[in-house]
C-alpha cells in the first residue's frame, strides 16, 4: 500500500488566492525566493525548501499546520511535512 496522508482532516484552504505577491516573509525581509506553496490550514504564502529562507517548512514548523500545496501555476499536488508523502486533493 502506498504511504498516505494522515493530516487531511486539517485541510481548510484548497483554492489559491487570485493574485499572489510572492512568499509573504520573503516579502517582509527584502528576499527573494524560487517557488510558492500555500499552507492548507491557513492559507500563508510561503517559499519552497529549494529558496534560501524555506518559509513553507518553517511555518509548518512553527504553526503545526502539516499540509502545504503547491502556488505555482499549473501545479496542484500538495504535501505532508509530518507524513513526507505528496499527493493530489480531488475536487
Known sequence: MP??????????????????????????????????????????IGCCDSSPNRHASKHAAASGHPIVRSAEPGENWSWCYVDEVAFFLGD
Open 3 to 44: 504511504p498516505s496522508c494522515t493530516h487531511l482532516d486539517s485541510v481548510k484552504v484548497r483554492e489559491l488566492p487570485a493574485e499572489i505577491a510572492g512568499c509573504e516573509d520573503c516579502l517582509a525581509i527584502g528576499s527573494s525566493w524560487l517557488h510558492l506553496r500555500m499552507c492548507q490550514t491557513c492559507g500563508h
